[in-house]
């Protein structure tokens, strides 16, 4: 009987070292701090703290850190990334980063950073709360085009940013006048949620990732997304093509960059770290949690990627009256 169980317990020793070894061998990174140019509750606070809980949930990192620094529309942590130069940090961003170098909001633009990877798209959404009057995107343009004095529409960006752009979109594509939106932006997405909730603003124009949630708890309504086809998050929800803003299209991406000057061997680790978040249930679970679209552009893919939106939003600001 003796025997026996001490073979029971070398063989679960063994499991037990096995598992272990496993699981050691999934680590790519031992930590990473990411920083986050915004508030809590944003966009760019959600990316970052569900890669983050992916990344060490899976075994893949070790450790995560966070760190919220808001200011300049982003440019104050841009700026410290550029004059740290700390190779273990990853700064989260997204399109903003393209629009408001356009827009000399600040200096510097995505390359004067290491780009690692695109990673996450998000479609735009057009919210209300739950009490509102207005119960669809009809009645959002019949509002807006009685008079748009008195429609304020918030976001969770500078006034000409991405939230400002996503609204001026949608109302030039559903016939009414863009260059009229009543824009009220806010530091964060989730200060801007917070605006429409106290009901400080009629509307917002934000990402769908960031609504979903509340949405499914009865607290807003989205009312269109910018997609072209109904995501699969929210399938009740029509396309703000299907709604009236014919041809809209727009998705806003989101993904990581490292100090200029990253070595190679530390960037591709980065990239190899984030290759292998994709394959976890893990990972999945947070995806699906928050609504995401997989876009995965790592490297050189994702400046070329940075490139081309850069020339194509560029068009579409001009084309708006933004620049």
């Not at 070292?17 to 990411?34: L, R, T």
């Not at 780009?115 to 019949?142: C, H, Q, R, W």
């Not at 009236?244 to 680790?269: C, E, Y």
Request: aromatic letters at 8%; a neutral charge; charged letters at 20%.
């Amino acid at each position: 009987m003796l025997k026996k169980f001490r073979l029971a317990l070398a063989a679960s020793a063994l499991v037990l070292s096995a598992s272990v070894a496993m699981a050691g061998s999934h680590k790519v990174v031992d930590e990473i701090k990411f920083l986050i140019p915004g508030g809590a509750g944003g966009g760019w606070d959600g990316t970052a703290r569900g890669t983050g809980e992916a990344l060490t949930k899976s075994g893949i990192v070790g450790s995560a850190s966070y760190e919220n620094m808001s200011g300049g529309g982003g440019g104050k942590a841009i700026a410290n990334l550029i004059e740290t130069k700390n190779f273990g940090t990853l700064m989260v961003n997204s399109t903003p980063i393209v629009i408001r170098s356009l827009q000399k909001v600040f200096p510097q633009s995505f390359r004067d950073l290491t780009p690692i990877a695109g990673t996450i798209g998000d479609y735009g959404a057009m919210v209300v709360g739950k009490n509102s009057e207005i119960k669809d995107f009809a009645g959002l343009i019949d509002a807006y085009k009685m008079d748009s004095t008195k429609v304020a529409i918030g976001g969770g960006s500078v006034a000409g940013g991405m939230d400002h752009l996503v609204a001026a979109l949608v109302m030039k594509n559903a016939g009414a006048d863009p260059g009229k939106v009543k824009y009220i932006p806010y530091d964060a997405g989730g200060k801007a949620m917070a605006g429409l909730l106290s009901g400080e603003i009629k509307a917002l124009a934000t990402g769908f990732g960031e609504a979903i949630a509340l949405a499914r708890q009865g607290e807003v309504k989205i009312l269109c997304v910018t997609a072209m086809k109904r995501l699969a998050a929210s399938p009740d929800t029509p396309t703000c093509d299907e709604a009236g803003s014919k041809g809209t299209s727009f998705v806003n991406w989101r993904g990581f960059f490292a100090a200029p000057g990253l070595p190679d061997d530390k960037k591709a680790m980065y990239i190899n770290a984030l290759t292998k978040m994709y394959g976890t249930p893990e990972w999945a679970a947070v995806r699906d949690r928050m609504g995401w679209v997989e876009i995965f552009n790592p490297g050189d893919d994702f400046v070329k990627f940075l490139e081309q939106q850069e020339k194509d939003i560029g068009g579409l600001m001009k084309e708006l009256g933004f620049l």
